[in-house]
């Protein structure tokens, strides 16, 4: 039975992952904080209490800028596949607070680079973003595409992982598959995200904000297409690769609000707010080279991803919330 460990393994992406690792018959070594103060701790713990009973799910409280406690994990494990998800999330709060970002974002990657090479891993999946591209208007976006425009310090530290990533298989030989996700939604969603703030606000009859007139767009990707390509991505040792991962349909904000209508049969009342400088006005991924590379396409259309998503809020959070 082959090792994985997820580190970041009980947020949003990471809790996914690691159920579907122990489905598809992985040991999983799930490695994370708990914190990191972007939302409250007591979600990933239920997230992690969930997947517990699993006779193959091993939890390590740890802290990736911690070297000597991760290697302490290379040490004690015999770890075939690293799936690199902890992170600072949040793109505008990264413009106040750059020094955690860079310390977690980049000092942590180091650290998981520098592992990966001592304990041989076979093949390290890093988790990127789409906000490496920044407001580039040469849509959709493609991987070979100029990225040295994220507009916040969270794009620039991922697309910093990317480069230093780089020179690990150069050096090294390490395989290595940067992952750029673009706009993650669905089940175990974190709470500061869109989606989930817009459907927990439809569903208790309040009002949602809106950024600017609506028109901006996202390539919202349901969390089941991005936990298939991250595996297919661990499966797959490619040498060096960078790859999109997103829905290659992006959705305007007026848009999803009519499918949050139709989905839940409310009536929504919307208000507009400015926007804040750190968001970009689109995002759109070709995914071209996840189809060639990964044989990976998304298979879950908005109107389905956001049906689960009002589900499973109405399922988990809702009744906490009223
Ligand atoms: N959700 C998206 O749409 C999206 C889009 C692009 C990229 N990403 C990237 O995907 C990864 C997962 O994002 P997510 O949306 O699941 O966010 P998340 O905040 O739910 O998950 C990140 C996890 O990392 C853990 N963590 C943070 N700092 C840590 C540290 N120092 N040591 C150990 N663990 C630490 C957190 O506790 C959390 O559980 C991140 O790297 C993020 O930048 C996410």
Redesign the pocket.
């Known amino acids: 039975m082959e090792t994985v460990l997820v ?2 393994g ?5 809790s996914n992952t690691v159920k579907a690792l122990l489905q598809k018959g992985y040991r999983v070594l799930c ?6 103060d ?1 939302y409250d701790p007591k979600y ?1 713990e239920g997230y992690v209490a969930e997947l517990s009973s699993h006779e193959n799910f091993v939890l390590y409280r ?4 911690d070297f000597e406690a991760v290697k302490e994990i290379f040490q004690k494990e015999k770890i075939s596949y690293v799936i690199h ?5 949040n793109t505008r709060k990264a413009v106040g607070e750059p020094h955690s970002y860079v310390e ?1 974002n980049i000092g ?1 990657t180091i650290n998981i680079l520098e592992l990966a090479k001592e304990f041989n891993v076979l093949n390290t999946v890093i ?4 906000s490496v591209y920044g407001n580039s208007d040469r849509m959709p976006w493609k991987e070979d595409d100029i990225a040295d425009r994220p507009l916040s310090p969270y794009g620039m530290t ?1 697309r910093s992982d990317e480069v230093l990533a780089y020179t690990y298989h150069h050096n090294f030989k390490l395989n290595i598959t940067c992952l750029r ?1 673009f ?2 939604y669905g089940e175990n969603n ?1 709470p500061d ?1 869109v989606p989930y703030i817009w459907g927990m606000a439809i569903l208790k009859g309040g009002e949602i904000e809106i950024s600017g007139d609506g028109s901006r767009k996202r390539d919202y990707t349901y969390i089941g297409d991005i936990v298939d390509g991250t595996i297919r991505a661990m499966e797959k040792p490619l040498g060096f690769e960078i790859i999109n991962l997103g829905n290659n349909q992006p959705t305007s904000l007026k848009e999803l609000v009519g499918v949050f209508e139709r989905v839940t049969d409310f009536e929504v009342k919307v208000k507009s707010r400015p926007s804040h400088t750190s968001s970009v006005e689109s995002t759109y991924a070709d995914i071209t080279k996840a189809k060639e590379l990964l044989g990976w396409k998304p298979t879950t259309s908005i109107e389905e991803g956001i049906t689960k998503l009002v589900n499973w809020l109405r399922d988990n959070r809702l009744k906490e919330a009223l």
Do not use: E, Q
């Open positions: 580190t970041g009980a947020g949003f992406i990471g490695l994370d904080n708990f914190a990191d972007l990933k740890a802290d990736i800028c998800l902890a992170a600072k999330a977690v942590g988790a990127s973003s789409s991922k996700y706009n993650a974190r995200l």
